[in-house]
């Protein structure tokens, strides 16, 4: 069972422009919660997720950016850390989720 529950932020920027920020761990617990989410994103979304605050991703997290990732129609990740970003590049996942590498840990 995680530690630190998930809580997702979720901002509508503009038209077809969504934010979403994640606190607290992603994992097999968690997971589902962004996946709910993934549910009510339409294909013309273009979705940043801001992952400054999350703790731990496992491979259920990782499953769960996926689905987020086939619901919208361009995904980027801000907030990676170094661990998280260990496992997109070993996955091969870092070539298909797009990562921002202007780390928001430096700018809140």
Same mark, same amino acid.
């Given at each position: 069972? &995680?530690d *630190? $529950? #998930? ?7 503009? @038209?077809?422009?969504v934010r979403? +920020?994640?606190?607290g761990d992603?994992?097999?617990?968690t997971?589902?919660? #962004?996946?709910?989410v @993934?549910?009510d994103l +339409?294909?013309d979304?273009e979705v940043?997720?801001d992952?400054?605050?999350v703790s731990?991703c496992?491979? &259920?997290?990782? &499953?769960?950016?996926l /689905?987020v *990732? !086939?619901s919208a +129609?361009?995904?980027h #990740?801000?907030g /990676?850390s170094?661990?998280? *970003? !260990?496992? $997109?590049d +070993?996955?091969g996942?870092?070539e298909? #989720? @797009? /990562?921002?590498?202007d780390?928001l840990r430096?700018?809140g």
């Open positions: 069972m &995680s *630190q $529950l #998930l809580t997702i932020e979720a901002t509508r920027l503009d @038209a077809g422009h979403l +920020r994640l606190t992603l994992d097999y617990d997971a589902p919660e #962004l996946t709910a @993934a549910a +339409r294909g979304d940043l997720i992952l400054t605050g731990i496992d491979s &259920s997290g990782l &499953s769960a950016l /689905v *990732q !086939r +129609r361009v995904i #990740l801000t /990676v170094p661990q998280l *970003q !260990r496992m $997109l +070993r996955t996942l870092a298909l #989720l @797009a /990562v921002d590498h780390d430096a700018t």
